[in-house]
């Protein structure tokens, strides 16, 4: 099945040709273990909160460190909106013209406030909301990085949009509790980073776009244009270990050669891959999980035994100690 249309699947750089503008809706298919993660965390998470909520002590830490967070997210709002530049028909009208037709595209009703930052050089961006305002904050090295390559920029917009459109920013709270647990929340946080990427392709319009923003990412401004995309993309194989897969597991984001893969199949299918690597870490984490669970149930076992042995310990004294039946008691 078709992910979205596009023009090319090139897998080495070439500078994009002037092309007019794909105002075509852009409908992207998710990743496919993006919507079963969520309904497994917001399972988890439901669990959790219901346990919290019966036990006062709990319910109390969980108000404390919301309480906290908020003030966070509240702190850093602020500090966006006042500090960052927010685009607009009087700021940067062509980046907010661009941030504004893509959204559109996706079907957002309403075009999320866009502001641009610098951040010391670090090349990213994100997307956030708070109460009911979704925000997206694209850092000034990062498009400083794309140049005139209007495809790897919009690649970068449509990814953060994405999220956006994606509902990705919606339930937060609600699933905070399954996002510590070990390896569900970053499986969750991988499958939205892959499904936002699709976006990000249907934004650039064309895979060479698509695929030099990612590269940029993993390079730099200089670099990442003449990036050998399809030796980047072998790097998996530097993965293909058991302790390189759990810690990959570990992550929120997935290595960016996976995600170049992930774009482009017939690059990824001229890399090669292995799958031996992740085999060998499920394999691990089952015999932990088994040892855990064994020992454990050998420990309620011993903890049952010694209860009894004291239960049996303290009739037997209480026996010994009694005074002897009085022999004129009728």
Known sequence: ????????????????????????????????????????????????????VVSVIGLVYALAFGTFFFIMQLAFVAHVRGSAVKLGAEQFPALHHRVASLARRMGLQQVPDAYLMQAGGT?????????????????????????DDE???????AHELGHVHAGHLRWRWLTIPAGIVPFLGGALSRAREYTCDRYGLAGAGNVNGALT?????????????????????????????????????????????????????????????????????????????????????????????????????ATNRAQVQAPPASPFTP
């Open 1 to 52: 099945m078709s992910i979205v249309s596009v023009p090319d699947r090139a897998s080495t750089y070439a500078p994009p040709a002037a092309a007019p503008r794909d105002e075509s809706p852009i409908v992207v298919e998710r990743w496919p273990t993006e919507r079963p993660l969520f309904a497994l965390s917001v399972a988890v998470s439901l669990v959790a909160w219901l346990l919290i």
């Open 123 to 147: 090349l990213n961006a994100f997307a956030t909301r708070f109460l009911r305002s979704h925000i997206i904050v694209l850092y000034s090295d990062l498009l400083d990085a794309c140049g």
């Open 151 to 157: 495809a790897a920029r919009d690649m970068i917009i």
């Open 213 to 313: 923003g990612l590269a940029i990412l993993a390079a730099g401004a200089s670099h990442g244009p003449r990036v050998n995309r399809v030796a980047m993309v072998r790097q998996r194989r530097d993965l293909d270990t058991s302790w390189m897969a759990l810690g990959e597991w570990l992550g929120t984001h997935p290595p960016l050669a996976k995600r170049m893969a992930a774009l482009d199949p017939a690059l990824a299918a001229e890399a090669g891959r292995s799958t031996a690597g992740p085999l060998r870490a499920a394999a691990f984490i089952g015999l932990l999980f088994a040892v855990t669970i064994g020992g454990a149930i050998t420990a309620a076992r011993d903890i049952g035994r010694i209860m009894k042995q004291v239960e049996r310990d």
